[in-house]
Every structure is written in structure tokens, then in C-alpha cells.
T-cell receptor, first 111, second 114 residues
Framework: DAKTTQPNSMESNEEEPVHLPCNHSTISGTDYIHWYRQLPSQGPEYVIHGLTSNVNNRMASLAIAEDRKSSTLILHRATLRDAAVYYCILRDRGGSEKLVFGKGTKLTVNP | DSGVTQTPKHLITATGQRVTLRCSPRSGDLSVYWYQQSLDQGLQFLIQYYNGEERAKGNILERFSAQQFPDLHSELNLSSLELGDSALYFC?????????????FGPGTRLTVL
């Protein structure tokens, strides 16, 4: 499984944008970039995913570098409810369906 | 609410015992996944079932087994329990033919082995 690298922790203020980076320099052409997050005392939840183009949904935006070796999850206006561990995961569309979680980035949102 | 239910929420048992964790996937989802989350190992994939058949295996111990029933609910059986088996066990489900479909996670079962 291709590896991802994320900062251990990040801090943000409420109602400000947050940019969570992820490096995946060994990404292959068939790898999708997925983001999940885990709120305290809950199971992980899907946030967003993309292949090459930037993606937006009601939760977040995903900006993917042109060479696909890195990506950034953007929360446009952080709320206290966004405090969670965010996981960047590569998934091969032709490979196993399992999710391989790294350590993720723990996001703290200050009021 | 993800639509995935897990029972029980908490389980406390002793070493050497056997327990069964139960998962009901979202309505219509054919795939069920089991993950273990411990402090030292993080979130790890254990096993996947698709429509009653085992599809993928991860770092699942031989003392652990799982199955998926015709109504698509799944059970994870843990036997000869050790202290190190204490962890959160999550079940997830997904549906549809695409292999990169999102997975929906249940609230987890917290297992404590004393």
C-alpha cells in the first residue's frame, strides 16, 4: 500500500479556514486519495475523495497537486465540531477495498 | 448516524474467555469490514466479507474469526482472549460495485479484557 505522510497535529481557530496537508510521493496512477476523520469517541467517517481534479462537497474541499504527489484537505470555516483526527488514505481502484490508516493529523479547533 | 449498528457498546471480560461482536450494515450494503483500534497499533483492518463470502484478510489473529450471514449482518468472534486484545472494534459497510466506495463506520464496541 502506498504511504502517506501527515503532520501529527495542527491547530486552528473557529470560523477560520484550515488546510490539512498530505504527502504521497509514491502514489500510483490508479490510486484515489481519500480523507476520513474520526471525532472523539466515534467511528471514522468519510470526508471526501478524488483522483486528479479538485473536489468539493458539503463538508470540505480537496485540492490535489498537479503531479499528485500531495494533496490538501480544506475546511472552509472550522467549527468546534471539526476537531478530530484526519486521515489521508490512498486506495487503488483495482486493489483491495480495505482502508489503511496511518496516524493522521489531530486537529484542534480553538473557540 | 451512519446506519451501521454494533452491539454491544461495551464488553468487559476475563483472559481466556470468548466473545462475539455483532454488526448490522447499512440497508443494502453487501460488504462488511472489521477494524481494530488500539493505542499502540492504531486503526487496523482485520477482515472483509462480501455477500456472505470472505473477500480480504488483514492482520487478523488465528484466535479471531468472522462470518457474514444471509441477512448480511456479521459477527466477529474473539477467543482465548488476552490482555492485548483490549481495543475498540469497528465495523464498516459499503455498497455498490465500485471498489473505492466510501465506507460507513459503526460506533464501535469497546472490549476490555481483565
Amino acid at each position: 500500500d502506498a504511504k502517506t505522510t501527515q503532520p501529527n497535529s495542527m491547530e486552528s481557530n473557529e470560523e477560520e479556514p484550515v488546510h490539512l496537508p498530505c504527502n504521497h510521493s509514491t502514489i500510483s496512477g490508479t490510486d484515489y486519495i481519500h480523507w476520513y476523520r474520526q471525532l472523539p469517541s466515534q467511528g471514522p467517517e468519510y470526508v471526501i475523495h478524488g483522483l486528479t481534479s479538485n473536489v468539493n462537497n458539503r463538508m470540505a474541499s480537496l485540492a490535489i497537486a498537479e503531479d499528485r504527489k500531495s494533496s490538501t484537505l480544506i475546511l472552509h470555516r472550522a467549527t468546534l465540531r471539526d476537531a478530530a483526527v484526519y486521515y489521508c488514505i490512498l486506495r487503488d481502484r483495482g486493489g483491495s477495498e480495505k482502508l489503511v490508516f496511518g496516524k493522521g493529523t489531530k486537529l484542534t479547533v480553538n473557540p | 448516524d451512519s446506519g451501521v449498528t454494533q452491539t454491544p457498546k461495551h464488553l468487559i471480560t476475563a483472559t481466556g474467555q470468548r466473545v462475539t461482536l455483532r454488526c448490522s450494515p447499512r440497508s443494502g450494503d453487501l460488504s462488511v469490514y472489521w477494524y481494530q483500534q488500539s493505542l499502540d497499533q492504531g486503526l487496523q483492518f482485520l477482515i472483509q466479507y462480501y455477500n456472505g463470502e470472505e473477500r480480504a484478510k488483514g492482520n487478523i489473529l488465528e484466535r479471531f474469526s468472522a462470518q457474514q450471514f444471509p441477512d448480511l449482518h456479521s459477527e466477529l468472534n474473539l477467543s482465548s482472549l488476552e490482555l492485548g486484545d483490549s481495543a475498540l472494534y469497528f465495523c464498516a459497510s459499503s455498497g455498490g460495485p465500485r471498489r473505492v466506495n466510501e465506507q460507513f463506520f459503526g460506533p464501535g464496541t469497546r472490549l476490555t479484557v481483565l
